[in-house]
């Protein structure tokens, strides 16, 4: 199966792409802190999640039907790329600079 009808099936099934890249987004940035057994407010789970969105970018681009990459490409990547780390460097900031405000502790 393509890379972009898996993404495709599974927006119809579950949610809108836009909205499924900030879950996942969220998803990956808490799974990344486990797995590496390092707290929020460390840059490398919000590493893991640009890591992960810029792999699906270039699989779209590289596997997209266009046979030559197209302004519109490069435009839907950067609003894909902005819609999914806004919400894992909001969590990021909030952990590094008000942990109280996560945890209920003063720091």
């Not at 199966?1 to 495709?8: E, G, I, Y």
């Not at 893991?48 to 990459?69: I, K, P, Q, S």
Request: charged fraction near 20%; aromatic fraction near 10%.
């Amino acid at each position: 199966m393509h890379w972009t009808m898996v993404k495709d099936l599974a927006a119809e099934l579950f949610i809108a792409k836009d909205a499924l890249h900030i879950y996942l987004a969220f998803g990956i940035q808490i799974a990344a802190a486990a797995v590496f057994r390092k707290p929020l407010s460390n840059p490398l789970p919000w590493l893991t999640v640009l890591a992960f969105e810029l792999v699906n970018e270039g699989l779209d681009m590289w596997l997209g039907e266009e046979a030559h990459l197209k302004q519109w490409q490069f435009d839907g990547a950067k609003h894909d790329i902005i819609n999914t780390l806004i919400l894992p460097t909001a969590l990021l900031l909030l952990c590094r600079f008000a942990p109280r405000l996560v945890s209920g502790r003063r720091s």
